[in-house]
């Protein structure tokens, strides 16, 4: 899993993972882990400590945000090496194009939100997700976020800001 993984960041599969991350400005890139002001650190157990100079505090939403992110992105690159291994064995060297992994990429994040949000609705009862978790963990990943209202988890049409320019220039 961790070749698989690994892989697929070399050759770019990994670039789109970054855009809400970044986006919510947790600070995972190379030049914001060698900072020692204000950083993030993934410990072992896939947690997420803010190092500011002596002290330490975890990041709750942020933790969930990252979990979210590997974990669907994992199974992505699954899926992917699936169609690629099995159904197109017979074709030397055929390879998903970067839009194609960019475009189903997006489509799974903005479909995990959408389950998120749905899960939030009171017909679960006391196995609903909290709003706030949710509100939490997403929030400075949706697209034209300060236009939604302050609970926008009751609302349709909210998606994973990406910007795919930054992306497309940076893959390039």
Known sequence: MCTALTDAANSGQGHQMQSPWTKNDMGTSQEDMGQE???MEVTDHGGCTDRSRHTKHRR???ERL???IISESAFLIWKLR???VIGHSEEEGWKHSKTAIRGRWTHM???RLHKEMDMTHRRFGR???KRETVLGTWNGTLS???ALPEDWTAC???LVGINTARTERDAG
Do not use: P
């Open 127 to 129: 196995k609903a997700l």
């Open 82 to 84: 699936c169609e690629r």
């Open 144 to 146: 034209d976020e300060l």
């Open 37 to 39: 002001e204000t950083s």
């Open 60 to 62: 709750h939403y942020a």
């Open 109 to 111: 994040i903005n479909d």
């Open 66 to 68: 990252w979990r979210i």
């Open 156 to 158: 349709r049409g909210v």
